[in-house]
């Protein structure tokens, strides 16, 4: 087995509180929480992961995964741990829940599903990129990852995250796609017994509502809620509001364990 190559920055955030793990999506890095990162590191201390051969992490050109990107994620940190995740990120999420939920307090996905896209989809996204690269997938990443007026609202923010895109390693994110192209958790959500927070941005066509209410009625303790100002990347066009939604989230059930 190869262990795809993650990479992982230091915790930021008070060092006694709770361990909150941050996972990207396809062609972003931990840029893609920027914004969101300072309200939680106020409450958690939080770490960010990145993909093979996006952001710090090493290209990856052997098959891996969305399995073993979780037990990469998992063997990367010690102890038990809080974690959200955007699509990509999410499928990782709900990996790491079916794997070593016994670690993981409480979930929140974000913008993704128990499957995402078709099999069909992601070999022709992986092809494309094999043959010319990244950058030609600039303008219809763009279109899909944020709602109207993000990119008038936060140049600096989407123009990064473009950047991001356009130097991923090409191998590495073809890998990726083929990885999307095999999973599907939809007839395992009832074996996770953590609770779990489904969300979905109002604009998102990539993962839209119904994707975040499946995992949420799939899985034992599952709640949905949607961001109205958001479309794939919630963290980049709503930062406030996903920082309060997680926030909710985890506290609600912090304080459910403790009573
Ligand atoms: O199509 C996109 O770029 C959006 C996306 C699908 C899976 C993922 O992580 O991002």
Same mark, same amino acid.
């Given at each position: 087995?190869?262990?795809?190559?993650?990479?992982? @920055?230091?915790?930021?955030?008070?060092?006694?509180?709770?361990?909150?793990? $941050?996972?990207?999506?396809?062609?972003?890095?931990?840029?893609?929480?920027?914004?969101?990162?300072?309200?939680?590191?106020?409450?958690? /201390?939080?770490?960010?992961?990145?993909?093979?051969?996006?952001? =710090?992490?090493?290209?990856? @050109?052997? /098959?891996?995964?969305?399995?073993?990107?979780?037990? +990469?994620?998992?063997?990367?940190?010690?102890?038990?741990?809080?974690?959200?995740?955007? !699509?990509?990120?999410?499928?990782?999420?709900?990996?790491?829940?079916? #794997?070593?939920? %016994?670690?993981? =307090? +409480?979930?929140?996905?974000?913008?993704?599903?128990?499957?995402?896209?078709?099999?069909?989809?992601?070999?022709?996204?992986?092809?494309?990129? /094999?043959?010319? !690269?990244?950058? &030609?997938?600039?303008?219809?990443?763009?279109?899909?990852?944020? +709602?109207?007026?993000?990119?008038? #609202?936060?140049?600096?923010?989407?123009? #990064?995250?473009?950047?991001?895109?356009?130097?991923?390693?090409?191998? &590495?994110?073809?890998?990726?796609?083929?990885?999307? =192209?095999?999973?599907?958790?939809?007839? /395992?959500?009832?074996?996770?017994?953590?609770?779990?927070? =489904?969300?979905?941005?109002?604009?998102?066509?990539? @993962?839209?509502?119904? !994707?975040?209410?499946?995992?949420?009625?799939?899985?034992?303790?599952?709640?949905?809620?949607?961001?109205?100002?958001?479309?794939?990347?919630?963290?980049? %066009? !709503?930062? +406030?509001?996903?920082?309060?939604? $997680?926030?909710?989230?985890?506290? @609600?059930?912090?304080?459910? #364990?403790?009573?």
């Amino acid at each position: 087995m190869t262990v795809p190559a993650i990479s992982l @920055t230091d915790p930021v955030g008070p060092s006694h509180a709770p361990l909150l793990l $941050l996972g990207p999506s396809l062609g972003t890095s931990t840029l893609l929480w920027d914004r969101v990162v300072p309200a939680l590191a106020e409450h958690y /201390r939080v770490a960010l992961w990145d993909l093979p051969g996006h952001g =710090a992490a090493p290209a990856s @050109t052997d /098959r891996f995964s969305i399995a073993e990107l979780a037990d +990469a994620v998992a063997t990367a940190v010690d102890g038990p741990f809080l974690y959200a995740g955007v !699509s990509l990120g999410g499928a990782v999420g709900l990996e790491l829940l079916l #794997r070593h939920g %016994d670690r993981i =307090a +409480a979930a929140a996905i974000l913008c993704s599903g128990a499957k995402i896209g078709t099999p069909e989809g992601w070999h022709e996204r992986a092809a494309q990129v /094999r043959a010319q !690269s990244t950058s &030609s997938l600039i303008i219809g990443s763009a279109q899909r990852w944020f +709602a109207p007026g993000s990119i008038e #609202r936060d140049p600096d923010l989407t123009g #990064r995250l473009l950047h991001v895109l356009q130097n991923t390693h090409d191998e &590495s994110y073809a890998r990726c796609c083929e990885a999307l =192209a095999v999973f599907d958790a939809r007839d /395992r959500l009832g074996e996770i017994a953590t609770p779990v927070l =489904a969300v979905w941005g109002d604009h998102d066509a990539v @993962t839209p509502e119904a !994707s975040a209410r499946e995992i949420a009625a799939g899985v034992q303790h599952g709640e949905a809620i949607g961001i109205p100002d958001a479309s794939h990347l919630a963290p980049a %066009d !709503s930062p +406030a509001q996903t920082a309060a939604v $997680l926030r909710g989230f985890f506290d @609600t059930v912090a304080a459910e #364990r403790a009573a």
